[in-house]
């Protein structure tokens, strides 16, 4: 499976994964234009993409799914309410290639399945996701709110993860914000703080963990070496990092399969990709 954040934060977010020759983009909160030259650069054609998944309606990650679904042909996969609730609130467009799903469910493409895990945000039906070949299981696990027994669950069954790690306590604290918009952020509908992302990985994470990306940083109330220091500071395995970038696309990150999952695999079934 590779992987790649082609924008994270505030400013758009947008996620390419593929698996098992099945390619997909998360979350549409980058322009056409952008997404499209960052994946060249990587070698890879946003033609080609299967589907468009989308989390929740906040303009960062929904803004250009019209632009994907029309400039490029991309089909959108939603919940009812979040297109709803998109429609309401940004201007996107022109739908043509729309498939609602139900909060809870997972989708399939082809061999790779996509489980959709309802996520305590301030949002109608927020989802994040986990995208499992039968050989490698990748969580998408942003704007969470707070980490509830669910997610806990969820991380010890990753073998890499995007999991937001959105502030640091004393920077939102000190911060410019005013002070409502300071409670949303750390409350339980929120974002994930440094602390909090870290005491998650060291709790839950499991050994068969390659990696974790840690993403949705906040641009007033984090840094990249502040995320970096916490973390290494308070999990105690040696656990590979990244960062992903606010303003651009990262390397490609990679899920080497083990023996044991490969032999899982080859009993698996493959069920026809829809499209």
């Known amino acids: 499976m590779e992987v790649i954040t082609l924008q994270s934060g505030s400013n758009g977010n947008c996620v390419y994964v ?158 410019p914000y005013p002070e409502q918009l300071k409670n949303r952020i750390r409350g339980s509908r929120g974002h994930l703080s440094n602390e909090e992302c870290a005491d998650l990985l060291n709790r839950k994470a499991s050994s068969r963990l390659q990696w974790a990306c840690l993403g949705h940083l906040s641009e007033h109330n984090n840094r990249p070496d502040l995320v970096l220091q916490t973390h290494r500071k308070m999990i105690t395995r040696d656990l590979r990092l990244h960062v992903a970038d606010r303003y651009d696309a990262g390397a490609v990150m990679s899920i080497a399969v083990t023996r044991t999952q490969q032999t899982f695999w080859e009993t698996s079934t493959n069920p026809l990709k829809p499209r």
């Open 18 to 175: 593929e698996a098992d020759g099945v390619q997909l983009l998360f979350d549409a909160g980058i322009s056409g234009t952008q997404a499209e030259k960052r994946l060249a650069a990587h070698g890879k054609d946003i033609r080609d993409i299967d589907a468009l998944i989308i989390s929740h309606e906040h303009s960062d990650h929904v803004r250009c799914m019209g632009v994907f679904q029309r400039k490029f042909g991309l089909p959108i996969h939603v919940s009812k309410p979040t297109m709803q609730a998109t429609q309401k609130k940004a201007k996107i467009g022109r739908v043509d290639d729309l498939h609602h799903f139900d909060s809870g469910s997972t989708l399939a493409f082809g061999s790779v399945r996509v489980e959709t895990l309802c996520t305590p945000h301030d949002a109608c039906d927020s989802v994040a996701f986990v995208v499992d070949d039968g050989s490698s299981r990748l969580g998408i696990l942003t704007d969470i709110g707070h980490v509830d027994c669910d997610l806990d669950d969820v991380v010890g069954t990753l073998d890499a993860v995007i999991l937001e790690s959105n502030y640091d306590p004393a920077m939102l604290h000190n911060g």
